[in-house]
T-cell receptor, first 113, second 114 residues
Framework: DTGVSQNPRHKITKRGQNVTFRCDPI?????LYWYRQTLGQGPEFLTYFQNEAQLEKSRLLSDRFSAERPKGSFSTLEIQRTEQGDSAMYLC???????????FGSGTRLTVV | EDQVTQSPEALRLQEGESSSLNCSYTVSGLRGLFWYRQDPGKGPEFLFT???AGEEKEKERLKATLTKKESFLHITAPKPEDSATYLC???????????????FGTGTRLTIIP
């Protein structure tokens, strides 16, 4: 595995439902990031893990959002009580050192109907 | 608040017609400036990191340069496969542990016409 893997690729959910996304980073990378991207915009930072510790969270990450990275390997991002405004591409990225530049996954596209 | 502004929003070039994309930024202290390429429906693909004014990096037909206020991505003799959205991002330097956030611009959508 040479890349960052995200599942599912697409998710359609009804408003008010909970959704969970998974990210498998490059195995030797200790840093993991979640970003959100809407159409025509650049990615917006959500949160960052170094190993299993969540070290930074954006103000964008409301109480309905939670992220985990158990054992410093894969990560999950959960959105509770989804709203239409949550519709976006959710991108995961990983790196070993900040100087390397992130490696992004292909993202999970969420549509809330 | 860190800010990144990219121009133009969209650019159409004939194959072989060289041009430059601009990224203007404001950040209290720059740790790094990143360029990414993004194809439709995919995640951004890392191109370059620049750390200090005067630095330049090249990859195939792309060359990135950095000043204290802006960065340019020069595209020389582009081919249709260079068509993509090019994103610029800054990483600030903060005196506290754990700051890894990138602030992205909205990108320049580049189309190369055969």
């Amino acid at each position: 595995d040479t890349g960052v893997s995200q599942n599912p690729r697409h998710k359609i959910t009804k408003r008010g439902q909970n959704v969970t996304f998974r990210c498998d980073p490059i195995s030797e990378h200790n840093r993991l990031y979640w970003y959100r991207q809407t159409l025509g915009q650049g990615p917006e930072f959500l949160t960052y893990f170094q190993n299993e510790a969540q070290l930074e969270k954006s103000r964008l990450l409301s109480d309905r959002f939670s992220a985990e990275r158990p054992k410093g390997s894969f990560s999950t991002l959960e959105i509770q009580r989804t709203e239409q405004g949550d519709s976006a591409m959710y991108l995961c990225a990983s790196s070993f050192l900040h100087r390397d530049g992130y490696t992004f996954g292909s993202g999970t596209r969420l549509t809330v109907v | 608040e860190d800010q990144v502004t990219q121009s133009p929003e969209a650019l159409r070039l004939q194959e072989g017609e060289s041009s430059s994309l601009n990224c203007s930024y404001t950040v209290s202290g720059l740790r790094g400036l990143f360029w990414y390429r993004q194809d439709p429906g995919k995640g951004p693909e890392f191109l370059f990191t620049l750390y200090s004014a005067g630095e330049e990096k090249e990859k195939e037909r792309l060359k990135a340069t950095l000043t204290k206020k802006e960065s340019f991505l020069h595209i020389t003799a582009p081919k249709p496969e260079d068509s993509a959205t090019y994103l610029c991002a800054v990483q600030p330097y903060r005196y506290y542990f754990g700051n890894e956030k990138l602030t992205f611009g909205t990108g320049t959508r580049l189309t190369i016409i055969p």
